[in-house]
T-cell receptor, first 117, second 112 residues
């Protein structure tokens, strides 16, 4: 199946710094990517939908200025957590849509564990 | 988006068949049903997708009754490595670039 690469897999940062997470579709072009966050023992929560070349669409309650999303190419979307604080510590997961896939259209990255000290 | 309801957790033993049922009473005509598996600290992995009746692939079967208000994921002969969280999702057809909203999922624990 198609591969979505997410980096870094784990990051530890100090409070107040910004962290960038990359999501790449390695063998297909993804016009649409999605960003999720997941707290321990909870389900995935959709944060935003990222469309190549346009502004991201954020879900209700997600701060646009806090979580900057850039989808500058058909194979790369980035999520920047700005001025991170301990409450931003979470597992962040991206997914990318492969329009040419068969029954499986959406592929997920392996996730990024963010820990803010 | 249709709301889904699954059991919070299930226990099974190695070699048994496991059936996880998901209720989706408000499923729309165009909605597909998709199941994902997630291991700790990993992204979800696609298991199977269907629209009606029965779908089978190399890892699972998906049974969907005629009214489509529920679906059952069947895992044949589970092993310890099948211990994971299983999510049932209902949404737009795949070609629409569906926005998937995850419910609570079912924690499956396989014991030896």
């Amino acid at each position: 199946g198609a591969v979505v690469s997410q980096h870094p897999s784990r990051v530890i940062c100090k409070s107040g710094t910004s962290v960038k997470i990359e999501c790449r579709s390695l063998d297909f072009q993804a016009t649409t990517m999605f960003w999720y966050r997941q707290f321990p023992k909870q389900s995935l929560m959709l944060m935003a939908t990222s469309n190549e070349g346009s502004k991201a669409t954020y879900e209700q309650g997600v701060e646009k200025d806090k979580f900057l999303i850039n989808h500058a190419s058909l194979t790369l979307s980035t999520l920047t957590v700005t001025s991170a604080h301990p409450e931003d510590s979470s597992f962040y997961i991206c997914s990318a849509r492969n329009p040419k896939g068969t029954s499986e259209k959406l592929f997920f990255g392996s996730g990024t564990q963010l820990s803010v000290l | 988006l249709a709301k889904t309801t699954q059991p919070i957790s299930m226990d099974s033993y190695e070699g048994q068949e496991v059936n996880i049922t998901c209720s989706h009473n408000n499923i729309a005509t165009n909605d597909y049903i998709t199941w994902y598996q997630q291991f700790p600290s990993q992204g979800p992995r696609f298991i199977i997708q269907g629209y009606k009746t029965k779908v089978t692939n190399e890892v699972a079967s998906l049974f969907i009754p005629a009214d489509r208000k529920s679906s059952t994921l069947s895992l044949p002969r589970v092993s310890l490595s099948d211990t994971a969280v299983y999510y049932c999702l209902v949404g737009d057809p795949p070609e629409y670039g569906n926005k998937l909203v995850f419910g609570a999922g079912t924690i499956l624990r396989v014991k030896s």
